[in-house]
């Protein structure tokens, strides 16, 4: 069964550093999501990524955030100077028509 | 303001026992209203996805229910096992014209005891 997969699983970094969450999207399915969710609290999206360009962005995706769909397979997260409050686990999804999968995401711990 | 409100916050369960969850929603317009089930540090995994016009949907030992008109949605276990201890969200989708919206609520966290 075909799954949307992210690598790393865990990433640990310094407060102002830059880091780059990335995922494998199911491959023909053409809509990309990033979600994030704060330990204890509900998942939050963060922004949808249509025909290589955001479609629609949260207030939580802010400068310091932005995607990239760098070729066919991959769909990355860039975050470019990490603050403590980035700490969470950050899930990314796709979708075809219209059911949306989503991915084991990646616990982001900021230090 | 689209919201999806769930309940209990939390739920302690022996297992082979049967537990309904609930979620209240306001969202408009409405497309369709998900079920997930997450396990601690993954991701969700769908259980069940149902449109305006299905009252009920199972999925194994999962069964859940919606009346748009009083936008109310269960989930109802049947008699569960261990691995059943996870946290239950309801999702509902907010699907308009150039866009897709997900409304999630803060979950349920069963505990399923021997």
């Known amino acids: 069964e075909p799954e949307v997969t992210q690598t790393p699983s865990h990433q640990v970094t310094q407060m102002g550093q830059e880091v780059i969450l990335r995922c494998v999207p199911i491959?023909?399915?053409?809509?990309f999501y990033w979600y994030r969710q704060i330990l204890g609290q509900k998942v939050e999206f963060l922004v949808s990524?249509?025909?290589?360009?955001?479609?629609?962005k949260s207030e939580i995706f802010d400068d310091q955030f932005s995607v990239e769909r760098p070729d066919g397979s991959n769909f990355t997260l860039k975050i470019r100077s990490t603050k403590l409050e980035d700490s969470a686990m950050y899930f990314c999804?796709?979708?075809?028509?219209?059911?949306?999968?989503f991915g084991p995401g990646t616990r982001l711990t900021v230090l | 303001k689209n919201q999806v409100e769930q309940s209990p916050q939390s739920l302690i369960i022996l297992e082979g026992k049967n537990c309904t969850l609930q979620?209240?929603?306001?969202?408009?317009?409405?497309?369709?209203l998900r079920w997930y089930k997450q396990d601690t540090g993954r991701g969700p995994v769908s259980l069940t996805i149902?449109?305006?016009?299905?009252n009920t949907k199972s999925n194994g030992r999962y069964t859940a229910t919606l009346d748009a008109d009083t936008k109310q949605s269960s989930l109802h276990i049947t008699a569960s096992q261990l691995s059943d201890s996870a946290s239950y969200i309801c999702?509902?989708?907010?699907?308009?014209?150039?866009?897709?919206?997900?409304?999630f609520g803060a979950g349920t966290r069963l505990f399923v005891k021997a």
């Open positions: 999804a796709s979708r075809g028509f219209n059911e949306q999968f």
């Open positions: 491959s023909n399915h053409l809509y």
């Open positions: 990524f249509y025909n290589n360009e955001i479609s629609e």
């Open positions: 979620c209240n929603y306001t969202v408009s317009p409405f497309s369709n």
């Open positions: 149902m449109t305006f016009s299905e």
């Open positions: 999702v509902v989708i907010n699907l308009f014209t150039g866009g897709f919206k997900t409304i």
